[in-house]
């Protein structure tokens, strides 16, 4: 698996599988603004991580 494909897989399912920095890193350019760490734990916050990476996680799982 890739590091991009381990950081979709990451961000969809909040199963950390690669280091955090890097994964921060990545969720703020999905997002597209930045995140503090403690905002992590906003439900919202999350859903909306979710749904921007959905297509490509979806492409991964061969569900497009």
Avoid: Q
């Avoid at 990451?10 to 969720?27: E, K, N, Q």
Wanted: proline letters at 5%.
């Amino acid at each position: 698996m890739t590091l991009k494909e381990r950081l979709i897989v990451s961000a969809y399912t909040g199963v950390l599988m690669c280091d955090f920095d890097i994964l921060h890193r990545y969720i703020m350019e999905v997002l597209g603004r930045p995140i503090w760490t403690h905002e992590l734990a906003n439900p919202d916050i999350l859903e909306e991580l979710k749904e921007k990476v959905k297509p490509e996680f979806l492409k991964l799982c061969g569900n497009e």
